[in-house]
């Protein structure tokens, strides 16, 4: 199920639609309910706290929009506030980010000198996280947020991804030969076992290359809904809405693929680096 924030999104595009379709303007449906156009700007863009459901089925009766549509619109508000099971590691995981993989149906991730995250397995995970100053129990918390993340892959959720695996990355832990075996494994396992994964070895002879700006994803959606870059941070990520700041990472990215080595190249990297020939 998608997260709260691609529910909210949705919402907020429906809403505008709706408007859009019965003729109306902002300024005529303000007028008309005694809204200031700036609130009902606002809902239509999300970035106003979340309207109650009946200030929603009053937009929606202005518009015209049957009784059925009507609930059916309603139930998107209320899974729209559930509760996500992210929400449970915020200490961990970055919400913002992890509530739009969530609802995405294409990611593209360039992780920098870390694994993605989604290919991870555990003892790789737990590794980063003490690396990185977390407790022995807020690692352990880790290892479970990752795992649950790295269902969109193993269901089928996530539609199509595709990452850019720095050399480099496993490079870091040659000096643990059983963890790069079982790393290469899981990777190899993916690529092989799924046509809805795509992974490409970024070689470390490539020297200096626009990844050097650091980690990145592009995820799109279903519902005509714009994509979203999230672009990471010392102290947080941050999520890129605008269409220039997206279709920079997208430039990113198309360099990065240019010089990486092809899908089939990189399992006879990750091969031959674990000594899994």
């Given at each position: 199920m998608a997260g709260p924030m691609v529910l909210r999104r949705r919402l907020s595009a429906e809403l505008r639609r709706r408007r859009i379709q019965s003729g109306m303007t902002l300024s005529d449906v303000a007028e008309e309910l005694e809204w200031s156009p700036a609130k009902l700007g606002h809902i239509e863009t999300g970035i106003r706290k979340w309207?109650?459901?009946?200030?929603?089925?009053?937009?929606?009766?202005?518009?015209?929009?049957?009784?059925?549509?009507?609930?059916?619109?309603?139930?998107?508000?209320?899974?729209?506030?559930?509760?996500?099971w992210w929400s449970e590691y915020k200490d961990v995981l970055s919400s913002a980010y992890v509530g739009n993989?969530?609802?995405?149906?294409?990611?593209?991730?360039?992780?920098?000198?870390?694994?993605?995250?989604?290919?991870?397995?555990?003892?790789?995970?737990?590794r980063i996280a003490r690396a990185l100053g977390h407790s022995a129990p807020a690692a352990e918390r880790m290892v479970e947020a990752y795992l649950k993340r790295q269902e969109l892959l193993d269901t089928g959720a996530l539609a199509r991804y595709h990452a850019i695996l720095e050399e480099d990355a496993l490079q870091r832990i040659v000096s643990d030969p059983e963890l790069l075996r079982t790393q290469a494994g899981r990777i190899i396992e993916l690529v092989t076992e799924s046509d809805r994964v795509t992974i490409q070895l970024l070689p470390t002879s490539v020297g200096p290359h626009p990844g050097v700006t650091g980690p990145f994803s592009v995820l799109e959606f279903d519902e005509d809904e714009a994509a979203l870059a999230y672009v990471e941070a010392t102290q947080g990520g941050a999520i890129l809405e605008s269409e220039e700041a997206v279709n920079r990472c997208k430039r990113i990215w198309s360099q990065l693929l240019d010089i990486a080595a092809s899908p089939r190249r990189t399992v006879e990297i990750l091969r031959r680096m674990a000594l899994l020939t």
């Open positions: 309207p109650s459901a009946m200030e929603i089925s009053a937009l929606l009766r202005l518009y015209g929009v049957s009784e059925r549509q009507r609930e059916a619109v309603l139930t998107l508000v209320h899974e729209s506030r559930l509760r996500p993989e969530a609802g995405a149906v294409s990611v593209q991730s360039y992780a920098g000198i870390f694994v993605p995250d989604l290919l991870q397995v555990p003892e790789y995970t737990a």
